[in-house]
């Protein structure tokens, strides 16, 4: 599977919208970009996923860049409960796969 | 619907007694369940995979006779810490892949805290 790249940590204020980045440049043709979430103590909690278009769902939208290479997880009004380390991971369709999780970023929803 | 969930939530336990941990798909069936672990201020790892009906393949540096899997049946895989000893206490979390469907992604257990005394 191909390695992501994260930022270690960022800050939102609560009410904006957060943006995530995530690189990926060694992606291929049939993998997918897969989002998770985990709130401290907590399982992990999918996000959305995409392949090249950009996707949107009830929680956040994803923004793929035309070349594949990186891609914006977009959390539109953050609210405390958003709080939580964003996982990044790249892998092919099928959910029967292994993930491997990265370091992730660490987002802090600031009052 | 897709939830997964563990039981039990927190376990204490004395060091050589051996801990079994649930993980059941309540609302979907599941042929492939993952087993992670995860140490404090750090990332998940994957222990092992669990098919149904089958042997659980191992990820390197697992102790297969120490972390015992058994997956039964389509909603229940267990993992059990066999003669645990406090470097054994971490995050213990599964997760599962609905059978059939639309759906093409895992979902996670709440998670189970081990503490070995």
């Known amino acids: 599977d191909a390695k992501t790249t994260q930022p270690p940590s960022m800050d939102c204020a609560e009410g904006r919208a957060a943006n995530l980045p995530c690189n990926h440049s060694?992606?291929?043709?049939?993998?997918?970009v897969y989002w998770y979430r985990q709130i401290h103590s907590q399982g992990p909690q999918y996000i959305i996923h995409?392949?090249?278009n950009n996707e949107t769902n009830e929680m956040a939208s994803l923004i793929i860049t035309e070349d594949r290479k990186s891609s914006t997880l977009i959390l539109p009004h953050a609210t405390l409960r958003d709080t939580a380390v964003y996982y990044c991971?790249?892998?092919?369709?099928?959910?029967?796969?292994?993930?491997?999780f990265g370091t992730g970023t660490r987002l802090t929803i600031i009052p | 619907g897709a939830v997964v969930s563990q039981h039990p939530s927190w376990v204490i336990c004395k060091s050589g007694t051996s801990v079994k941990i649930e993980c059941r798909s309540l609302?979907?069936?599941?042929?492939?369940m993952f087993w992670y672990r995860q140490f404090p201020k750090q990332s998940l790892m994957l222990m092992a995979t669990?098919?149904?009906?089958?042997?659980?393949?191992?990820e390197q540096g697992v102790e297969k006779d120490k972390f015992l899997i058994n997956h039964a049946s389509l909603t229940l895989s267990t993992l059990t810490v066999t003669s645990a000893h406090p470097e054994d206490s971490s995050f213990y979390i599964c997760?599962?892949?609905?059978?059939?469907?639309?759906?093409?992604?895992?979902?996670f257990g709440p998670g189970t805290r081990l503490t070995v005394l």
């Open positions: 991971i790249v892998l092919g369709r099928f959910g029967n796969e292994k993930l491997t």
């Open positions: 609302d979907f069936q599941a042929t492939t």
């Open positions: 060694t992606i291929s043709g049939n993998e997918y």
């Open positions: 997760s599962a892949t609905p059978l059939a469907g639309s759906t093409d992604t895992q979902y």
């Open positions: 995409g392949l090249k």
């Open positions: 669990s098919n149904e009906g089958s042997k659980a393949t191992y």
